[in-house]
Each structure stands twice: as structure tokens, then as C-alpha cells.
């Protein structure tokens, strides 16, 4: 058994601190109704259970699984965490977003998440973690900025786009982008989540995966907490399995390799060495093979790009308005 690293339990938790321990950060969770009406209440609200619906206390077994190991509930609370620090950072950055991200609480509740891992894991994962905390200062914010607009601009695609559907095999069916986001959002609703109005990016963004990654390994952290059935807790970990095996873990090895090259020895290139190592740990953990480092950008059909100056539709990303050429 791993040590005890004081993890705290999801019922000690209140969910207004969106990340889990510490201070809360300055901006709550894109999924709009991922949240308790009572600070008080667990990270998992009752009315958003592990299978996406509604769970009354008489509706827990009779005969309860024995109480789990500790170290397994602080194992998927450190994973929750990790994630919603990273869905943080790949935010559209801000300096009060860069405040919490690199003052002192927020840094030792990240080395308590990662000191949970770090035992199953290859010493290169507490060594991007180091060099990661070792580059979030406060005065390196413009640093981190400068690398951010610099590597993704103000554009989708990009040369290191932040979405899932702009990484397909050259042989990509051309109904993979729409496939794509469809099953994405299938995955959301069946966990009872719904975007927020206001959410800035698209469903596939790199933030937006990593805090459903987030919420479902805080949905595993609850179920074993409250020691709901085995059913309920292996439907959160084989969700989060399925979801890292045919969509994060399938391109954020690729996104991650790009921007460590683009970003180089920057704060925001330790932070693409730090997803690297967690997205290969994760998917270790879960006995899957993450996706290759090479993924190339989907193909672009020159034809259809051509009509774009008439029709102004084809290929452009979901939800993007189109302004005829002079």
C-alpha cells in the first residue's frame, strides 16, 4: 500500500473550489451544472451521480463492498486534480488565471497530487513535474503569454491546433470531424454534463477533455468514497478509460510533442512536457497504448477550399461565420 499523502476525501471537499484542494480558481467549470447548491456537499453533487442519474440515498446496495483502500481514492483525486490544473493552464491565459496557477498553495497542492503518482510512475513524470513548477512563477506571465499567442495565435488550425478533429489519419472518412464531435458530446451527456453558455471553445478543445477527465475521476473518487457497488465505480473508470483510448489519449501525445518543439525552453514548453508525461501515465495506468507522437493534421481538401470564396461553408470549423472575399 502507498503511503498516505493526505489526499482529502471527496466529502471533505466543497465543490465552489473547482480544483479540488486549495483556493479556489478565478473561473468556475465550462460544464455549466458541475456544481453543489451547498458548498458543504461533495465534489460530486447528488443530483449529478456516476451514471448520470439521480441517486437517493435508498438507492445504495444493502450489502456494501468493503470499505476501499484509501490510497485508491487518493490516486483519483490526484488525477482529478492534475487535470483541472492542466485544463487551467491551456485556458485562454490571463494574469489572474497566472496568479492562482503559480502561488504557493496551488503549487503544493499540485505536489501532493503528484507525490500520489509519482510511486507507479517513471521518474521522468516527478521530473516534468519539478521543471514545470520550476517555470510557473508570477514574473514569468508575460514569458508564458508571449509563447501562448505566439503558438496558437487567434486561429483553429494553426501550427499546433488545440483540437481534437484538426489530428486524423491521412485516410480520415470525411464525416470524421462531425463523428468526431458527436461522440464527444455523447460522452458529456451521458455523465449529466452540459456546456456552459459562455464556454469560449469548442468541445474537443485540450481544456475542455481534460476537465471531463477531471469530473469523471472525481465521479470515481465519490463512488468509492461513499462505497457505492463496484458497478458504479468501474463505470467512471472504464468511461475514463474509453475516453483517453479513442479521444484525448489519442491525440494529446502528438499536441503535446508539437508544442514542446514550437514552445521550446519556455513556461509554456514545460507545461507540453508535463502533459506528456501525465497523458503516458494515465494511459499506462489504464492499460491502453496512447496515441502516437506523429499524428499528423487532418488533410485539407484543396477542391472544397477552393469553393469556399462562393459558398463560404465547406470545411469551416463548427461554428465559425464566414465573410465573403471582396
Known sequence: MCARTNMPTP??????????????????????????????DSIVATSMPVDGAAISSDDRPLARRA?????????ALALSYLCRFLAKAFEDPDPEGWRWLTGESTKSDFWLAVTQLAPAAPASFADAARELTKRFELDAWNDFHHSYVECFGHTVRGDCP????????????????????????????AFGLEMAPDAAERQDHISIELEFLSVLAAKEAYAMERQFDDEKIDLCREARKKFLREHLGRWAPAFARGLARMAGDTPLGALAGFLREYITEDCSRLNIAPGSEDLLFRPIDESSESLCASCGITNLPPGAVHYPSE
Open 11 to 40: 466529502s471533505n471537499i466543497p465543490l465552489n473550489s473547482e480544483f479540488g484542494v486549495g483556493e479556489p480558481p478565478p473561473r468556475r467549470s465550462i460544464f455549466e451544472n458541475y456544481e453543489a447548491a451547498d458548498p458543504s
Open 67 to 75: 470499505a476501499p483502500i484509501q490510497s485508491e481514492i487518493d490516486t
Open 162 to 189: 488545440m483540437n481534437e478533429i484538426e489530428y486524423a489519419d491521412i485516410k480520415a472518412d470525411p464525416l470524421f470531424q462531425p463523428h468526431r464531435l458527436a461522440d464527444i458530446s455523447a460522452f458529456y451527456v
